[in-house]
């Protein structure tokens, strides 16, 4: 006889003797959950079938379904979790949560309604991994942009305090040592609280991650205690979520609501604002707890002077309630001290001696694929950039053209199935800031990536600045370094640390540094030849 078993999501199948009868009956009695506690937050509308149930896990995706879980129907962008009742009885989903009539009837199943099946996934997932954020100081941080680079910055600076501290970010996920590339900016619930509760584990006491507009939308964070939460910036992006602006910065404000609800003590929770970004006070208004400011040109509580910047590094003094301190960083950009002033703000909150803010920020080399720059002995400066929007492509670019001797060219392609009314704009502005603009791929998906270049191509034109189009991405980097002349700056922008290349039909590995290195490697051997 096989057992087969889950442990918090992980299936495990065992050949049956006395030694693992134990064991097993052992996983049994300590993870799995009285249906009838897992369902005690959930507003239901209606039950139908025994809640005397021992649930030992719950999936909203039937192929992860096994025997004795909790299958949550969920009506997603693409497929509708009720048409796949069938596959996840047959898995062997002994309960099910759905918001609408299952048909045929199934007497032999317990069937739970709601209203909302996503926030139901979120509170039971909470439910069921024991509230672990609860048991952790969490720190969230939205915004268009900045959250990877805040986040990475926040974690540095507690680890430097002494602070054992996860990640959940756009780049990775790190939890204890395990470090793992991430695939979303905010995972879906049941993921989220696995891995919270996986922090606890690991005995973490802080926890930072990054919160997106389309997590907040569909209440992927429901239930999440919240300790801070950080607002860093706001613009037209997303519509392809959202619909409009309205919608996108509702979005964006739930995160501060969320914070307002969380269980933790009032007086120790805190909200952190960019009070320089147009909205700020939109987010101010709907706080209820501690508020904390930082900014450069509005008078704030932790504020940026004596600012110096060139194309490698930057400094500057922060001036904050805890008094001043001088903040070197190992990368450029004004945007760069935004962030800064962001993670120094929640540092003090959290009781942080600004000699070990320094310290940490001095020594942080960047969140990854973030404004890195590339040295292989060329005579002329390369920079791989996530900056994938206009209003980030923007501000590396402004910057840049601060310092480019000569010219800058400008890689960059769009994603696929993102909302199409941007990538005129993006293509002004690359167009404007930029010398020579390369229009190529960047995750095209189910869209004609020619289509999307000539999209972007309509913007560049309204700057008069000359420009190619090149799908493929390896030739349109190639072509740039081959224009590059000593002195330019070749600009690599929209996929950062990404090692993929995603079409409607396959996915290749690739990753914009390793092709760099490759050319320039290639282009030394021939060269020596």
Do not use: W
Request: charged content about 25%; glycine content about 6%; some cysteine.
């Amino acid at each position: 006889m096989i057992y087969d078993f889950s442990l918090f999501g992980l299936s495990f199948k065992l050949k049956r003797n006395t030694q693992y009868d134990i064991l097993y009956k052992k996983l049994e009695v300590i993870y799995s959950m009285k249906l009838s506690e897992l369902i005690s937050s959930l507003e239901i509308k209606e039950i139908n079938g025994d809640l005397n149930l021992d649930i030992k896990g719950i999936s909203h995706n039937s192929r992860k379904v096994t025997r004795g879980y909790l299958f949550v129907c969920i009506k997603g962008f693409v497929f509708d979790g009720h048409c796949f009742i069938d596959e996840a009885v047959n898995k062997g989903a002994i309960a099910l949560v759905v918001e609408q009539e299952v048909c045929p009837p199934r007497p032999d199943i317990t069937i739970i309604k709601v209203a909302d099946t996503r926030r139901a996934l979120s509170l039971l997932a909470n439910q069921f991994y024991g509230f672990p954020s609860r048991k952790l100081k969490l720190i969230g941080v939205t915004g268009t942009n900045g959250k990877t680079t805040i986040a990475y910055m926040l974690r540095a600076i507690f680890c430097e305090a002494g602070y054992k501290t996860g990640l959940l970010s756009t780049a990775q996920n790190i939890i204890g040592d395990n470090i793992n590339t991430s695939y979303m900016t905010t995972m879906e619930s049941i993921d989220l609280q696995k891995s919270l509760k996986e922090m606890v584990e690991q005995k973490n006491e802080y926890a930072v991650m990054e919160v997106s507009s389309h997590a907040l939308a569909l209440s992927r964070i429901v239930g999440c205690d919240f300790d801070v939460a950080i607002f860093t910036n706001i613009s037209n992006e997303h519509f392809e979520i959202h619909k409009n602006f309205t919608n996108y910065l509702e979005a964006k404000k739930k995160l501060f609501l969320h914070l307002n609800d969380s269980s933790k003590e009032d007086s120790k929770k805190f909200a952190v604002i960019n009070i320089d970004e147009e909205h700020s006070q939109e987010f101010i208004d709907c706080n209820r707890v501690n508020l904390i400011t930082y900014g450069i040109k509005e008078r704030a509580e932790v504020r940026a002077t004596n600012i110096e910047i060139n194309l490698q590094n930057s400094s500057f003094i922060a001036e904050t309630p805890s008094g001043k301190v001088k903040i070197f960083l190992n990368f450029s950009g004004k945007y760069n001290i935004y962030n800064a002033l962001a993670a120094i703000a929640v540092a003090i909150t959290q009781g942080i001696s600004l000699e070990k803010i320094s310290k940490a920020l001095s020594k942080f080399n960047g969140a990854p694929g973030r404004y890195k720059l590339l040295d292989f002995g060329q005579n002329y400066t390369i920079i791989v950039d996530f900056a994938h929007n206009y209003h980030g492509l923007g501000n590396i670019l402004r910057n840049l053209r601060t310092f480019a001797e000569h010219h800058i060219i400008t890689v960059f392609g769009h994603g696929g199935e993102k909302y199409n009314k941007v990538r005129a704009i993006i293509g002004e502005v690359i167009g404007t800031y930029s010398d020579y603009v390369i229009i190529t791929a960047d995750n095209p998906k189910s869209e004609d990536p020619l289509k999307i270049a000539q999209e972007i191509e309509e913007g560049v034109k309204k700057t008069d600045k000359n420009y190619v189009i090149i799908v493929d991405r390896v030739k349109a980097i190639k072509y740039a370094l081959e224009k590059a002349n000593q002195g330019d700056i070749v600009l690599i922008a929209g996929k950062g640390p990404e090692n993929e290349q995603i079409y409607h039909n396959k996915i290749i590995h690739h990753n914009d540094e390793e092709v760099v290195k490759k050319i320039l490697m290639e282009r030394e051997k021939i060269g020596r030849a």
